[in-house]
């Protein structure tokens, strides 16, 4: 028979290894529990990381769309402006009824040309371009009416420009003014 010294010591090893079959497991589950964890809350930081990283990608691609908006929106100020376009648009030998609409229509081009930019500036913005253009080309209409039917284009060009240093100068200038506060404004 078995002593029971023996007995106690088999007992003892089987005790050893039961508490060693449910103590590892244990241990290692809560082990991996934290790893899992971790890595869980790492892959939170990344993506909220890629996320951030994202919206700056877009704020910076908007900010530049806008800046460039202001630009374009000057530059057609600046392009139907009196001084700017009579000059640049006059041919000789053009009758001041074919200038007015070479006027017109370029003005008309430029403006459709940068329609788009109206989604990046303020609807105040907006409408100060669109009320200078609107008085340019009434300008030019008003000026071509007020000539007789065989003047030339020249003659327009310098009813135009001597009418041009009123009102429409003052709003031309008024409204660049008013799109580079807001454009400072905004950055």
Known sequence: MIELPCILLISLAMAILLIVVLVIPYYLSKQNQRTLEAINANQKLIHAQIESDRKLEKEKKL????????ERAALFLERINPINIVPRLLKPGLKASQFEMLLVNNIRE?????????LYI?????????LVKENILNLINTSNASLKSTATANELAREILTKSIDKEVVLLNKALSNLKKEMQKNF
């Open 122 to 130: 303020s609807d105040d913005g907006w409408e100060m371009v669109k």
């Open 63 to 70: 900010t530049g769309l806008t800046l460039q908006a202001y």
């Open 110 to 118: 430029e403006y459709e040309h940068n329609m788009s930019q109206q």
